[in-house]
């Protein structure tokens, strides 16, 4: 699939993009990474909307997640199928969870301390199946100063062709066309927290989170090369 193809065009494949945004050359080449407040240092990444190319998949999720608007794409770095754990799976549209495997059993209900919908890209844990129904759990964790919990738990059933093991993500590189602050705040306006974005050295090691590091460790030479 090229760079301009629309996500989502293949049934039951969930597509994710992740965004290595560089500045400088040689020995004085950046990398930029933002401080989560709860997951730690991260890469730009996120889930390909539905009939969204993964190119402006990666463009939104740059422009969401650090507020760059003067930003170019070098190029389309990598891509890779992921594997997740027999019991994971990932959700492929938003949806209610439902208190039952009946279609039309009650939906789970909305309080002020948990938010029972399904978000696509959401990763999840099947715990049981029947008919056309999978029962799932979503824990969302944090890293809070007394140490990692989970700050959101829910359990319900859903469509079963409302979730994939089909995963695929692509690597871009991409650069600002404008000059930058060394660090800034940005607003993630859907969850009301505050990224703390800042450049590192490209060769270094950002401690990004355990995942994120492989995939640096992966392209670290190639993006020098780009």
């Given at each position: 699939?090229?760079?301009?193809?629309?996500?989502?065009?293949?049934?039951?494949v969930l597509e994710k993009v992740t965004a290595f945004i560089t500045r400088g050359e040689g020995a004085a080449q950046e990398l930029l990474v933002f401080r989560h407040p709860t997951a730690g240092?991260?890469?730009?990444?996120?889930?390909?909307?539905?009939?969204?190319?993964?190119?402006?998949?990666?463009?939104?999720?740059?422009?969401e997640e650090t507020?760059?608007?003067?930003?170019?794409?070098?190029?389309?770095?990598?891509?890779?199928?992921?594997?997740?754990?027999?019991?994971?799976?990932?959700?492929?549209?938003?949806?209610?969870?439902?208190?039952?495997?009946d279609p039309d059993a009650p939906h789970l209900e909305y309080n002020s301390r948990v938010d029972p919908r399904l978000r696509r890209g959401y990763t999840v844990r099947q715990t049981a199946a029947?008919?056309?129904?999978?029962?799932?759990?979503?824990?969302?964790?944090g890293l809070l100063p007394n140490g990692?919990?989970?700050?959101?738990?829910?359990?319900?059933?859903?469509?079963?062709?409302?979730?994939?093991?089909?995963?695929?993500?692509h690597f871009f590189h991409l650069t600002p066309t404008a000059p930058t602050p060394e660090k800034w705040v940005q607003s993630a306006e859907e969850k009301g927290q505050e990224f703390q974005l800042y450049w590192t050295p490209l060769a270094g090691d950002p401690d990004l989170i355990p995942l994120q590091a492989v995939w640096l460790a992966e392209f670290q030479e190639r993006l020098r090369r780009s």
């Open positions: 699939m090229g760079a301009g193809a629309p996500g989502g065009a293949r049934r039951g240092i991260q890469l730009p990444a996120g889930t390909v909307e539905a009939e969204e190319s993964v190119e402006t998949a990666a463009l939104r999720e740059v422009r507020g760059l608007i003067d930003i170019a794409v070098i190029a389309r770095i990598g891509f890779r199928p992921e594997t997740l754990e027999p019991a994971q799976r990932m959700v492929l549209r938003d949806a209610p969870l439902r208190q039952a495997p029947q008919g056309n129904a999978v029962q799932v759990v979503y824990e969302e964790s990692a919990a989970v700050i959101r738990f829910v359990e319900g059933w859903i469509d079963a062709d409302a979730v994939t093991q089909a995963i695929e993500r």
